[in-house]
């Protein structure tokens, strides 16, 4: 089964198949020099997010790569408490200001409801649909090159789809062995929606099953190469996130081997070790 190293969107933009995450790096030298070493690697697709306030250090390391903007694929997200339609504009003139850059590939709702409030009584999707119509706007000033969302389950997404008929180009959800979000995948493939998998190695917790180990030494790669692949051979688009130099390169290296589909079935069958927060 070959592997293309870029996707095709809805819309007909591409996007590369692997993403450099971004989430828990701290700003700074950190941020500067891991996506440094991933642009330099070959990565050419950066997840970033306004929650993850790393923007600005990912920027300066775009900038300083000497990489032409248009070969990179940028993505943000809009915190999930910023619901609205002029709240979204104005955090994403925040977010190309922080990254300096005059355009997005991607823009992401970044979960449907607020975070770390009581969200009974909130109309939150009501206010996604608001905020919605913001990105639709955006995309078609031309600021963003791909509208979307993240951690949205089929009744998040059908608001959208009901109240603008703009049907999203990416949704990107927790997805790996052991958490295959079946449902959302399900309902995301008739309309062309992308999956974008985070949290490929269930954020180290998949490094502990023992299957990933055995396929690990049956294919002569590490456990990461084994789950990333996995996430490719199933049409996803991993987003792994890592600090390590080494670990960075051996995470894009996965273009080179298949799964058998007899262990990619039994690489599905996997349970984590204990659920997702
Ligand atoms: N939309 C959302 O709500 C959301 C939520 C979570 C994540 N995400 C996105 O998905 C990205 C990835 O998810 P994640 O940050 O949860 O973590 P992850 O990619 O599942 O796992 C990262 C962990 O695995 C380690 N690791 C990476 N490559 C490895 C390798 N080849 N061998 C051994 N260990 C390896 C890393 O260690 P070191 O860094 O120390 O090397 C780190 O501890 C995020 O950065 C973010 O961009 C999005």
């Known amino acids: 089964m070959e592997i293309k190293s870029d996707y095709l969107l809805s819309n007909n933009v591409s996007i590369p198949s692997i993403g450099f995450g971004t989430w828990q790096i701290p700003s700074g030298k950190i941020a500067y020099e ?5 642009l330099k690697s070959g990565y050419r697709h950066i997840d970033t997010a306004a929650a ?4 600005k250090s990912v920027g300066e390391a775009i900038k300083a790569s000497g990489i032409n903007r248009q070969e990179i694929f940028i993505t943000s997200k809009l915190k999930a408490g910023m619901k609205g339609y002029e709240i979204a504009k104005r955090e994403f003139a925040e977010t190309i200001k922080k ?18 409030i009581n969200t009974s009584g909130i109309e939150y999707n009501d206010q996604n649909v608001e905020t919605w119509k913001a990105f639709i706007d955006l995309y078609h000033e031309g600021k963003i090159k791909a509208i979307g969302v993240s951690n949205f389950r089929p009744e998040h997404l059908q608001p959208l789809l009901d109240k603008t008929g703009f049907v999203p180009h ?9 958490a295959l979000q079946t449902e959302t ?6 309309i062309s929606i992308l999956i974008e998998a985070y949290s490929p190695f269930a954020t180290g917790r998949l490094f502990k099953l023992d299957l990933l180990k055995t396929m690990a030494i049956k294919y002569n790669k590490t456990m990461a190469q084994i789950a990333l692949r996995w996430s490719l051979q199933h049409g996803f688009l991993p987003l792994p996130k890592s600090v390590t130099p080494e670990r960075i390169e051996q995470n894009l290296d996965v273009f080179n081997f298949e799964i058998a589909q007899a262990d990619m079935d039994l690489i599905d069958t996997v349970k984590l070790p204990f659920s997702h927060h």
């Open 34 to 38: 891991s996506t440094m070493h991933a």
């Open 52 to 55: 993850y306030e790393n923007e």
């Open 99 to 116: 990254l300096d850059v005059d355009y997005l590939d991607l823009y992401l709702i970044h979960a449907p409801k607020p975070w770390g």
């Open 170 to 178: 990416v949704n990107q959800i927790f997805l790996c062995p052991g």
């Open 185 to 190: 995948v399900a309902y995301a493939k008739p």
